[in-house]
């Protein structure tokens, strides 16, 4: 069956420097991996796709890395805020109508 | 303007009990979902539907039953319910899954039970 790990339950990071999440995923590439923001007692948000033939994709300070030899992709955000502590999400199509999610990172960014 | 709204928030309950939780979606979209967040913020997938036809059921008990009266509503009940099902409910929407646009899901905010 379709895996998608990710590694770090929790990571705390410097203000200012960039954080790094890492997604890790078993069996056959996605056609396209996601990426959501989840904040306490709400709903996942989306925040970014990227295909299994993309090797990159930025959003304002965001960029997502898909590396389909090593299985894997990674999440960077860049210059962060303590806004930016939340839990991070990662998911996968599973080939058969499904999107599954990874545990999640819960980002720590201090002051 | 909630693209995608379920009620109730909280739903506090006692072991054996019926309920059910509700969900809309004003997005136009044709495929909706609910997923459990267990304590360890686990999400797992549960039910999809597409215009109102079932299409996935991920070997949940029979005490949960999804119902989808139209494209735009998802509603989920529970029987009997156990010290177990208490966890975080979430329904979600996408663009339709079956033509391969389910590229990225949209969720309520949520709905915590808790069985005692």
């Known amino acids: 069956s379709q895996k998608i790990e990710q590694n770090s339950e929790a990571l705390n990071i410097q203000e200012g420097k960039t954080a790094t999440l890492t997604c890790n995923y078993t069996n056959y590439s996605p056609a396209y991996l996601q990426w959501y923001r989840q904040d306490p007692g709400r709903g996942p948000v989306f925040l970014l796709l990227i295909r299994e033939n993309e090797k990159e994709k930025r959003k304002e300070r965001l960029k997502v890395t898909f590396d389909t030899t090593l299985k894997q992709s990674l999440f960077h955000i860049t210059a962060s805020q303590p806004a930016d502590s939340a839990t991070y999400l990662c998911a996968r199509a599973s080939g058969d109508d499904k999107i599954i999610f990874g545990k999640g990172t819960r980002l720590h960014i201090l002051p | 303007d909630t693209a995608v709204s379920q009620t109730p928030k909280y739903l506090v309950t006692q072991m054996g009990n019926d309920k059910s939780i509700k969900c809309e979606q004003n997005?136009?979209?044709?495929?909706m979902y609910w997923y459990k967040q267990d304590s360890k913020k686990f999400l797992k997938i549960m039910f999809s539907y597409n215009n109102k036809e079932l299409i996935i059921n991920e070997t949940v008990p029979n005490r949960f039953s999804p119902k989808s009266p139209d494209k735009a509503h998802l509603n989920l009940h529970i029987n009997s319910l156990e010290l177990g099902d208490s966890a975080v409910y979430f329904c979600?929407?996408?663009?339709?899954?079956?033509?391969?646009?389910?590229?990225?899901?949209?969720f309520g905010s949520g709905t915590q039970l808790s069985v005692l």
């Open positions: 997005l136009g979209h044709d495929t």
């Open positions: 979600a929407s996408s663009l339709d899954i079956r033509q391969g646009r389910n590229e990225k899901l949209f």
